[in-house]
């Protein structure tokens, strides 16, 4: 191939689209990819100065050797094909195959414990990172986290993640994909599982307004924080600002239960297909940070001890993109703090993460209470 040292996989959806932005800013030469060369080149056509930096458009099958061939001679493989749970495992085969380090967006918890359980040993052993979950609604709620828990004697993470906006036709058939899965938080270090039909009524920082929020399919910070020696529980809210949208999900939630889960396991994926693209076919527009807010509030506890931050920003999927750009820019200078399964936090640093959110203006300054 070209030896660009980047391969953006899925890059004309819209979340690829954003890391290809950010990698052009970085500087860093890529090869977009995905199964239609078309569409991925129409999507790039209309990043503003994408000219300025060096990339090439490839089309792949989505096969191991097709993507083993596509990947070798690269560093970094940033991984936008979801839900990961389907499409994931051939990209992270021929990553590994390839010596590439391995990114991507998901939420999905089940395709994260089968990530470790699978491969994480075979990326560590050969000192790369397998970090699936490099994103706005995880990467930016654990920065809080790490920032909490920068005081010692702290065991306990409240995590809420709340934004304005709504999910891409991608995000939204990867919820309806986790909807099948068990969901799991973290009790003494246990992964125990949720009720499905589990909703909070969360109090939510800066308004006075509360909001309507799920676990979310559990999240990505159960399965980051279960070997943190520092960390016993975690449970996670999610959610949008929306109250009606959110109404709509627990319905969902309440129609997959009663009325999918009894499918035959091979009738599920087709169902869900359609009550996903039902909810969300389209594209979402380009975020407007004025409208797209997002909010991640951690309450940190301990014995004897509290902590809370709060870090307000916009445009949830910049926020994403630009954590992915990063994330290779840092990859193809100095090896990750950790190999084999681990964090963007635990792979790059928490404040370090938190600058390239600043420098970018995607987020404020965070707000944090500590009482001993």
């Given at each position: 191939?070209g030896?660009k040292?980047v391969?953006?996989?899925?890059?004309s959806g819209?979340?690829g689209?954003l890391?290809c932005?950010?990698?052009?800013?970085?500087?860093?030469p890529?090869?977009?990819?995905?199964?239609?060369?078309?569409r991925v080149q129409?999507?790039?056509?209309?990043v503003?100065?994408i000219?300025?930096?060096?990339?090439?458009?490839?089309?792949?099958?989505h096969n191991?050797?097709?993507l083993?061939?596509l990947?070798s001679?690269?560093k970094?493989?940033?991984?936008?094909?979801?839900?990961?749970?389907?499409?994931?495992?051939?990209?992270?085969?021929a990553?590994l195959?390839?010596g590439c380090?391995?990114?991507?967006?998901?939420?999905?918890q089940?395709w994260?414990?089968e990530?470790?359980?699978?491969w994480s040993?075979?990326?560590a052993?050969?000192g790369?990172l397998?970090s699936p979950?490099?994103a706005?609604m995880?990467?930016?709620?654990e920065i809080?986290?790490?920032?909490?828990?920068?005081?010692?004697g702290?065991d306990t993470l409240?995590?809420?993640?709340l934004?304005k906006?709504?999910?891409t036709?991608?995000?939204?058939q990867?919820i309806?994909?986790?909807l099948?899965?068990d969901?799991?938080?973290?009790e003494?270090n246990?992964?125990?599982k949720?009720d499905?039909?589990?909703t909070?009524?969360?109090?939510?920082?800066?308004q006075?307004?509360?909001a309507l929020?799920?676990?979310?399919g559990?999240?990505?910070h159960?399965?980051?924080?279960r070997?943190?020696?520092?960390?016993a529980?975690v449970?996670?809210?999610?959610g949008?600002?929306?109250?009606?949208?959110?109404q709509?999900?627990?319905?969902?939630?309440k129609?997959?239960?009663?009325?999918?889960?009894?499918?035959p396991l091979?009738q599920q994926?087709?169902?869900?297909?359609?009550?996903?693209a039902s909810v969300?076919?389209?594209?979402?527009p380009?975020?407007?940070?004025?409208?797209?807010t997002?909010l991640?509030s951690v309450h940190?506890?301990?014995p004897?001890?509290?902590a809370h931050c709060v870090?307000?920003?916009?445009?949830?999927?910049?926020q994403t993109?630009?954590?992915?750009?990063?994330?290779?820019?840092s990859?193809?200078?100095?090896?990750?703090?950790?190999?084999?399964?681990?964090?963007?936090?635990q792979?790059f640093?928490h404040?370090?993460?938190?600058?390239?959110l600043r420098?970018?203006?995607?987020?404020?300054?965070?707000?944090?209470?500590v009482?001993?």
């Amino acid at each position: 191939m070209g030896g660009k040292p980047v391969v953006v996989y899925g890059a004309s959806g819209y979340t690829g689209r954003l890391v290809c932005e950010y990698l052009r800013e970085y500087n860093v030469p890529f090869i977009a990819a995905g199964r239609d060369k078309a569409r991925v080149q129409e999507v790039l056509d209309k990043v503003p100065g994408i000219e300025t930096v060096d990339h090439e458009v490839v089309e792949v099958e989505h096969n191991v050797s097709a993507l083993t061939e596509l990947f070798s001679g690269a560093k970094v493989v940033s991984n936008m094909v979801g839900p990961f749970v389907k499409y994931g495992p051939e990209v992270v085969e021929a990553s590994l195959a390839a010596g590439c380090h391995y990114l991507d967006t998901t939420g999905e918890q089940d395709w994260m414990l089968e990530a470790e359980k699978n491969w994480s040993d075979k990326f560590a052993a050969q000192g790369l990172l397998l970090s699936p979950g490099v994103a706005q609604m995880y990467t930016t709620g654990e920065i809080a986290a790490n920032i909490c828990l920068e005081t010692p004697g702290l065991d306990t993470l409240d995590i809420l993640v709340l934004w304005k906006g709504f999910p891409t036709y991608a995000s939204t058939q990867t919820i309806f994909t986790i909807l099948k899965a068990d969901w799991h938080y973290l009790e003494q270090n246990e992964l125990v599982k949720w009720d499905p039909l589990t909703t909070f009524e969360v109090n939510v920082p800066g308004q006075h307004a509360s909001a309507l929020a799920l676990p979310w399919g559990g999240t990505s910070h159960p399965v980051w924080f279960r070997h943190d020696p520092r960390v016993a529980n975690v449970k996670v809210a999610g959610g949008v600002f929306d109250r009606t949208v959110m109404q709509g999900v627990v319905e969902a939630v309440k129609m997959v239960e009663s009325q999918i889960k009894t499918l035959p396991l091979d009738q599920q994926d087709a169902a869900l297909g359609e009550v996903a693209a039902s909810v969300q076919a389209s594209m979402p527009p380009r975020e407007n940070p004025r409208i797209n807010t997002s909010l991640d509030s951690v309450h940190a506890s301990g014995p004897l001890g509290r902590a809370h931050c709060v870090i307000h920003g916009n445009s949830n999927y910049k926020q994403t993109g630009a954590l992915q750009a990063y994330a290779a820019y840092s990859l193809l200078q100095q090896p990750p703090r950790r190999a084999g399964l681990a964090s963007a936090c635990q792979a790059f640093g928490h404040r370090e993460l938190l600058g390239v959110l600043r420098s970018f203006g995607l987020v404020l300054e965070p707000v944090v209470t500590v009482h001993h």
